[in-house]
């Protein structure tokens, strides 16, 4: 599940998927991170709090909840994951590496096929199991926009 860390109660406690800059709550606050479900406390928000104010990161648009569909790499069009645009900003960042032209930044939020390979791999990501939770670029005519 993608949370959103704005208030941590624990804030020394570890992150489930820490990142180089990012390994305790504390280091989290103000980002959506990936978090187990059955671990996560929903709170009822006034609708007078606004959730997505201005000052939300330039690369996240009005697009940013767009759910899509990701298409296999290999060209068989198969749908091996479902999630949520983030950007197709050229110079936004993708674990490290500049997204660049024909491409999309992604949360994988449903790994339909968990063995599928990434577009671009890392050490620590190879298949869309692996990146569930977290945004991965992808192919710009391999994702279709719901």
Same mark, same amino acid.
């Given at each position: 599940m993608i949370v959103y860390v704005d208030i941590p109660k624990n804030p020394e406690a570890f992150l489930w998927r820490p990142a180089p800059n990012m390994t305790r709550i504390e280091d989290a606050v103000g980002s959506a991170i990936a978090w187990?479900?059955?671990k996560v406390e929903l709170e009822k928000i006034r609708e007078s709090q606004d959730v997505g104010n201005a000052s939300s990161p330039s690369s996240v648009s009005t697009r940013s909840n767009k759910k899509c569909k990701l298409l296999d790499v290999d060209g068989s069009r198969e749908i091996v994951a479902e999630g949520r645009w983030s950007s197709s900003d050229p110079n936004q #960042? #993708?674990?490290f590496i500049p997204l660049g032209p024909n491409a999309m930044? /992604?949360?994988v939020d449903i790994a339909k096929v968990p063995s599928a390979s990434l577009w671009r791999q890392s050490s620590e990501l190879q298949t869309i199991e692996d990146a569930f939770g977290?945004? /991965?670029a992808w192919p710009a005519d391999k994702v279709i926009m719901s």
């Open positions: 187990p479900a059955n #960042v #993708v674990h930044r /992604v949360w977290t945004t /991965v």
